[in-house]
């Protein structure tokens, strides 16, 4: 069965700051409440708007051939919605999808620029324009260039869309549907969390905090959880996303990153003391990414091995 599309609720106020040129941006992190303030801003923006342009600049970021990109101007906008991670944009039945990945950004403009974008060149990957002059490009910044762009008539014609696991700001997310994607899974809590065909929409720094927050270690086996912990789990993992929404409100553009930061108890804050119990937070590293936690909290003291795939030192 399809996931339905997650509405979104009025724009926090604030969200974008102004400038003289009456030019906005918007700093994205792949996951779930910052998607989800950035589909509010441009619901409010786009609806009932006609597209003028859809120009592209990088094409190895479009992901589709038909319908064709071109196919969305002269349509007007209906709606932006967040599944999971990606933005859907519908244009009159004909669907834009876009996954930022890591370095993705989208800058919203009053007035877009009247250049067209150079493909190809810098971190730019799409401009699109409404009537009325507003409009913004996607950009990407990094070497990972891993955004990806996808124009269907259906979200879910597209496979990561269609497999999305639950979404945890939704009713579906109960004690008990934790309990469910948990029991008789041999992977990680870390795992668990992160994978998007399970639950949607949490990444790795949600991910580092709900744990902290569960008083749980992230190499926990998640069929391991008792009813308590399963249940601390399912209110942690809530809590932290609804405060990081909360924090959204009123914020404008430029301070959304680092409020993130700031709203955060262990990830990001590596050789700090814990909030909680004063020990110092530690870290594992990845290839491409880290995860911080919490020994007195969460592994019994324990530091953990900082390599991939780590068990607790003995």
Sequence with gaps: M???????????????????????T???????????????????????????RCELASFSALK???????????RVATSCRRRGKYLCFD????WMVIHLSRGGWVKWYDQLPTTRPRPGKGPMQLRMG??????????????????AIWVVDDPDRIENVATLGVDPLTPQFTVDALAGLLSGNGATLKTVLTSQSLIAGVGNAYSDEAL???????????????????????AALVEVLADALQRAQGLGASELKGDKKQGMAVHGRTGEACPTCGDTIRQVSFATKSMQYCPTCQTGGKPLADRRLSKLLK
């Design 2 to 24: 399809a996931r339905p599309l997650v509405p979104v609720a009025a724009p926090p106020a604030g969200i974008v700051g102004g400038s003289p040129r009456g030019e906005a």
């Design 64 to 74: 589709t051939v038909d319908p064709p990109l071109r196919s969305l101007v002269g």
């Design 130 to 147: 409404f009537e009325g002059g507003g409009g913004f490009d996607v950009t990407e910044m990094g070497k990972e260039k891993r955004l």
């Design 91 to 94: 244009i009159d039945g004909v």
């Design 212 to 234: 902290h927050a569960a008083r749980l270690s992230p190499y926990k086996k998640s069929s391991n959880l008792t009813p308590d912990e399963v249940s601390g789990l399912h």
């Design 26 to 52: 918007i700093a994205i992190v792949p996951e779930l409440p910052e998607v989800h303030a950035l589909t509010a801003f441009l619901d409010e923006r786009i609806a009932g708007r006609q597209v003028e």
